[in-house]
């Protein structure tokens, strides 16, 4: 194939993207990246936003074999963040310019959760104009309804892969670690009226380039708005990570492909959002920044008071956990000017593709 050929071509094929999803050459790879960096300016511009990124609970029902936070680790301190403490970091969020918050934890589905969240949700819209995105797992239709009255608009879940075979070699074979529930829940989200978002994780075991290819169609096809994807990373105290080292040729393969990954989503999806994940720099110092060389225009600065960061370590070596969120504004400024992008502060910053359909 031709590379430079492929990289003029409007759309591409499921041939095009594997070989492009597999670029190993330094010359063909910046090629690769400068491209999806061109249509990135094309459609979002240089611009990056950021989504204040609040961690308040590691408390978990699910026990996702990769994770570091799963409910049987009985290593983890679990917490809760209170209310206060949630609406002081969003106050922090809001006088800080971030435009948008973002609310993760382990999952839950009881009515006392249910209600936590909504009121949150309703409080942190009475501080100012933030934008609200969720991270919260796999809910009932009427959940993801109740927090979308409340004043959320986006949802990011990940199909973590769009492979179902792979996606059961990662969770417990029961009821409550279904592929299928999994993709409906996406489905719900968008029909309540979501910008919805999804990702996978890269370098998982026994996932193959074309995987990762479909994992590109697999966005096509649910006509996902926001992509928040990054390089799977072991935790010592899982099934998946224990007793296991990566070597550095593997490391160095996860971020390649993670790279890879955001720059043939970009050209391929054109206009929607994309994040430059923490996990990527857990595994490459530069990670982030060259998630935004590579097409990235999203990130997701850590909030969550300095008390609990090492409580939420979904895998070993997560950055940031030792600095306050006032370190990493800084931080990820000099980080964003470093690539010649630059910071919107003060607005939302929501997914073009959501209003181009
Ligand atoms: N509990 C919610 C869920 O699973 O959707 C939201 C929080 S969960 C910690 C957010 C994401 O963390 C997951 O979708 C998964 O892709 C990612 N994650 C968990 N363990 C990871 C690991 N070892 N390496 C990379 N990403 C991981
Ligand atoms: Fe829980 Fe999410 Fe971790 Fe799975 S990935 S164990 S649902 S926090």
């Known amino acids: 194939m031709n590379l430079d050929a492929i990289l003029k071509k409007d759309d591409l094929t499921k041939e095009e993207l ?67 403490e949630i609406l002081d970091t969003a106050k922090w969020i809001y006088e800080n310019g971030y435009g948008s918050i973002a609310l ?18 309703k409080e942190i819209k009475k501080i100012g104009n933030l934008g609200i995105t969720l991270s919260l797992g796999e809910q009932s239709y009427d959940t993801y309804k109740r927090w979308f009255d409340a004043g959320a608009h986006r949802y990011l879940l990940r199909i973590e892969s769009s492979n179902e075979e792979i996606y059961n070699s990662l969770h417990p074979k029961d009821k409550l670690h279904d592929f299928n529930t999994r993709k409906q829940c996406l489905i719900d989200l968008r029909n309540i009226g979501y910008q919805v978002g999804t990702g996978v994780m890269i370098g998982l075991p026994g996932q193959t380039v074309e995987d990762l290819a479909n994992d590109i169609l697999f966005y ?32 160095q393969d996860r971020v390649r492909y993670g790279l890879n990954m955001i720059a043939v989503t970009r050209i391929f999806l054109k206009d929607v959002n994309i994040a430059a994940t923490t996990a990527l720099q857990a595994l490459d110092p530069l990670g982030r920044e060259k998630g935004l060389k590579a097409g990235a225009n999203i990130l997701m600065p850590i909030t969550t008071i300095g008390k609990h960061r090492a409580k939420y370590q979904l895998y070993d070596n997560k950055p940031c956990v030792e600095d306050t969120k006032e370190e990493c504004k800084g931080c990820l400024a000099g980080r964003v000017k470093s690539v010649g992008d630059e910071i919107v502060y003060g607005e939302w910053g929501d997914s073009p593709h959501f209003y181009n359909k």
């Open 18 to 84: 594997v070989y492009l999803l597999d670029l190993k050459n330094t010359e063909d790879i910046s090629k690769l990246h400068k491209r999806a960096y061109e249509i990135k300016l094309e459609t979002i511009g240089n611009k990056v936003y950021y989504r204040g990124l609040i961690e308040f609970s590691n408390i978990c029902v699910k026990n996702c074999n990769y994770c570091g936070i799963r409910r049987d680790n009985k290593s983890v301190e679990r917490f809760h963040m209170t209310k206060e």
């Open 104 to 121: 993760q934890s382990g999952e839950r589905q009881d009515d006392e959760f249910t209600e936590f969240v909504e009121d949150i949700i």
């Open 220 to 251: 096509k096809e649910m006509d996902i708005d926001m992509i928040g994807m990054g390089p799977y990373a072991l935790h010592k105290d899982t099934p998946m990570g224990q007793g296991k080292e990566d070597s550095i040729e593997e490391i």
